[in-house]
């Protein structure tokens, strides 16, 4: 998607917050991404999943809704430190919110990320046992503590 001006943004922003609330749940954010998304994203089929991803990294207080001001440091990266940034792609795997990842968010980041991940270079030609190998490989290298989950 090509990233809209402030302004763009805004105005879908608004016509996507039906309620007038200034904040934005998960189907509104889709509309907002379908509006502003070319024929061809359409026809892809992705819009769903990168709504998902959005909403994971760009809902900084957890209430599973966005605000303009979330979307905006989303989107534009607004200075950002790089500690904030580990701590959003935390975020993006820890799906339950309790501030860990367990193997089951690991491996459904890890199939989200697909043949795009460069640890994962073969992931289509290996069998579930090898998935499953590489996710406890990962867990065992940087679960720091032997509690069977990553933390931040």
């Known amino acids: 998607m090509a990233q809209p001006s402030k302004e763009e943004l805004k105005e ?13 749940n998960f189907n509104q954010l889709k509309s907002l991404m379908l509006a502003m998304a070319s024929d061809e994203q359409k026809a892809e089929g992705v819009i769903e999943q990168i709504a998902e991803l959005i909403m994971k990294m760009a809902d ?17 990266d607004e200075e950002t430190d790089p500690k904030e940034k580990m701590r959003e792609a935390f975020r993006l795997c820890d799906t339950d919110r309790d501030g860990f990842i367990c193997k089951k968010e690991l491996a459904e980041f890890l199939k989200l990320a697909g043949d795009e991940t460069e640890f994962l270079k073969h992931a289509g030609d290996e069998t579930g046992d090898e998935s499953k190998l590489k996710i406890v490989v990962m867990m065992a290298l940087f679960d720091q503590d032997g509690d069977g989950k990553l933390s931040y």
């Not at 922003?13 to 039906?18: I, L, S, T």
């Not at 900084?60 to 534009?76: P, Q, S, W």
């Open 12 to 24: 879908a922003f608004k016509k996507a917050d039906e309620a007038g609330t200034g904040k934005l």
């Open 60 to 76: 900084i207080n957890g209430d599973k809704m966005v605000d303009y001001e979330e979307l905006v440091k989303f989107i534009y």
